[in-house]
């Protein structure tokens, strides 16, 4: 049996179908802070099964145990975290407090229970500005707010979990920019509020419920000034970790593998596919950098193919048609039901 701290959430729910497509079984962890349990409910709808669930938050050791008393876990897959670059600069303590110290009891209570296999979901943002594109998994790392430094950190934890003891299988996955979402419509991405990322940004612009998108500056050293980034379908991100889960048992060392699909598009590609995808116009406008941007950002994923055997087969036209599929179906998420 799979653990999946964060199964409710963006990345989660999409893994638990693919992990039940490969035929693994799995219970999902999460305490519902960034998701609801609709987006399970869906999940239990697509796979025709129920979802084995239990409510708690990773911080809180004697909810976790209670996963390993009712349940035989094998392994974890670990996504529960919080993940807004801007609201973990608001709230430092609170990112280190969730992501961190989380992490910390979950490993305790993993070695606690000799359960030593664990996926971690980690990400491009650990390469802060990279020198040179695209990026390799042996690049300097750096982080210049408390989201990317929690990951940093992690990773350096559990870095150093494995030195103390090598019987544990350690996958870091650095993902680079998830889009789109399940083909069924049924499950996407729910963000609260008004989205900071671009391609939830660009569904509700096309869908009316924004005005515009605002572009982050268009005079960024790319091919059109806009920034570029490697956006990966959510199917092929969550694919990746059933291949990571399938041959953790050889993993020696700590196994560090960017998932991306090695392809960088800019702000306007990104528009310009999603206006083809969806038949409706994106207004966009101009407007000062971001602070904290870069100008670009995308994978080296041979790394990923040699060891995982695992490449990205959804292209950018396929990631924006299941983005608009979702958010028509659901135009407030999964706040309708
Ligand atoms: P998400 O917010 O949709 O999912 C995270 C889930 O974890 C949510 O269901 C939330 O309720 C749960 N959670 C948070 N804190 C918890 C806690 N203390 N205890 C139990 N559950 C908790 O985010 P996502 O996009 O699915 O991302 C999953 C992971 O991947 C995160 O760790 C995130 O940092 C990482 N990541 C995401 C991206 C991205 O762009 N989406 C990129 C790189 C890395
Ligand atoms: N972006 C933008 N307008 C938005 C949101 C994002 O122009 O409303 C740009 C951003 O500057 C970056 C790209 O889109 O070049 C991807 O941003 P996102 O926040 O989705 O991901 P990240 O910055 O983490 O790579």
Redesign the pocket.
């Known amino acids: 049996m799979i653990l999946v701290t964060g199964g409710a959430g963006y990345i989660g729910s999409h893994t638990c179908i693919e992990l039940h497509n490969a035929g693994h079984d799995f219970v999902v962890f999460d305490n519902f802070s960034n998701s609801s349990s609709e987006s399970l409910n869906r999940v239990a709808k697509i796979i025709g099964k129920e979802i084995k669930l239990v409510e708690g938050d990773i911080r809180d050791s004697a909810a976790l145990q209670q996963v390993f008393d009712n349940y035989d876990i094998e392994s974890v897959i670990h996504f529960a975290g919080l993940k807004a670059v801007g609201e973990s600069v608001e709230m430092p303590l609170e990112y280190y407090d969730n992501n961190i110290v989380g992490t910390l009891h979950l490993c305790e209570v993993m070695k606690k229970n000799n359960c030593k296999k664990i996926v971690f979901s980690s990400s491009a943002t650990v390469y802060g500005d990279p020198h040179t594109t695209p990026i390799k998994e042996d690049f300097p790392l750096s982080a210049t707010n408390p989201y990317g430094k929690s990951k940093l950190f992690i990773e350096e934890i559990l870095r150093d979990l494995y030195i103390s003891d090598n019987e544990w299988k350690i996958v870091l996955l650095r993902y680079f920019?998830p889009v789109g979402a399940h083909k069924s419509g049924l499950i996407g991405e729910d963000p609260n509020g008004i989205p900071?990322?671009?391609?939830p940004?660009i569904a509700q612009t096309a869908v009316g419920k924004r005005e515009h998108?605002?572009?982050?500056?268009n005079d960024y050293d790319t091919h059109d000034g806009?920034?570029v980034?490697d956006y990966i379908h959510v199917i092929d991100l969550s694919m990746g970790h059933v291949k990571a889960i399938e041959k953790i048992n050889s993993v020696e060392k700590v196994l560090t593998v960017n998932l991306g699909t090695g392809k960088g598009y800019s702000?306007l590609d990104m528009v310009q596919a999603f206006e083809k995808a969806s038949g409706k116009e994106i207004p966009y406008k101009i407007t000062p950098r971001?602070s904290g941007?870069i100008a670009k950002?995308f994978a080296d994923p041979s790394y990923a193919k040699a060891v995982l055997n695992w490449e990205a087969t959804r292209d950018v036209n396929e990631m924006c048609e299941d983005s608009w599929r979702w958010q028509v179906n659901n135009p407030n998420g999964y706040k309708n039901d």
């Open positions: 920019n900071n990322n671009l391609m940004f998108l605002s572009v982050f500056g806009t920034g980034r702000v971001r941007d950002c």
